[in-house]
């Protein structure tokens, strides 16, 4: 059971979108998650939600071109933005990243902060550098938050969470809290990420 979400807090998804037009209004405050394929979003969202398959947690990579939305408590909207970098439809994946993400970047009144997942074991590469700048050129604050730390014993997984937060600290422009590093599989991090999330949020 998750504790994180009070209990009344009811949570859906509302739609799925490539462009302004399948968008829903933007009405709430807005936070939206991006990062590789494969990163944990899905899995993130679903334990954030306290929803076994909310997002879709997907075996495939690269898969998700959609924007989805959900509506949570009905006072705020959570955004599931496509994941990059998937190696075999590179090319292709990008085109329509670009596109999609252009598309919503632009246009969301209500958006306060994008979170962005760094697998902890890998670090940040060059497309997550890519999502920084564009972040930082269209007025967007982002959020570093480091997944699947359980994948690592204490001592490499101290390290590395230093490693990522040296490297953090190293992007231009970045003005934020510190990496907040979470499982999505031993809950760890949960607590201080809706933490953050409701600071952002209010
Ligand atoms: N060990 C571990 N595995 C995770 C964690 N989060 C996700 N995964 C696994 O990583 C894979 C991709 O997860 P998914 O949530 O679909 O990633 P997405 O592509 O970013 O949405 C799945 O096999 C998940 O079970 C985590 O916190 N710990
Ligand atoms: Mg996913």
Do not use: C
Not at 70 to 85: A, N, Q, R
């Amino acid at each position: 059971m998750n504790q994180h979400l009070p209990s009344d807090l009811q949570s859906q998804f509302v739609t799925g979108a490539v462009d302004a037009k399948g968008f829903p209004a933007a009405s709430f405050p807005e936070i939206a998650f991006a990062g590789r394929s494969n990163v944990g979003k899905s899995s993130l969202l679903n334990r954030l939600l306290n929803r076994k398959n909310l997002a879709r947690v997907s075996r495939t990579p690269g898969r998700t071109r959609e924007i989805n939305f959900f509506s949570v408590g009905e006072i705020w909207m959570f955004v599931d933005l496509p994941g990059y970098g998937y190696a075999k439809v590179a090319r292709d994946q990008r085109q329509i990243w670009d596109r999609v993400m252009d598309n919503y970047l632009g246009r969301r009144s209500g958006l306060r902060a994008v979170i962005i997942l760094l697998d902890l074991r890998r670090g940040i590469t060059d497309l997550d550098l890519a999502l920084m700048a564009l972040l930082a050129e269209k007025g967007h604050p982002w959020l570093p938050v480091a997944t699947k730390i359980d994948k690592l014993k204490s001592n490499p997984r101290r390290q590395a969470i230093k490693n990522l937060q040296e490297a953090v600290l190293r992007v231009p422009g970045y003005g934020l809290p510190p990496v907040i590093p979470v499982s999505s599989h031993t809950d760890e991090g949960m607590d201080l990420l809706w933490q953050r999330l409701r600071e952002i949020l209010k």
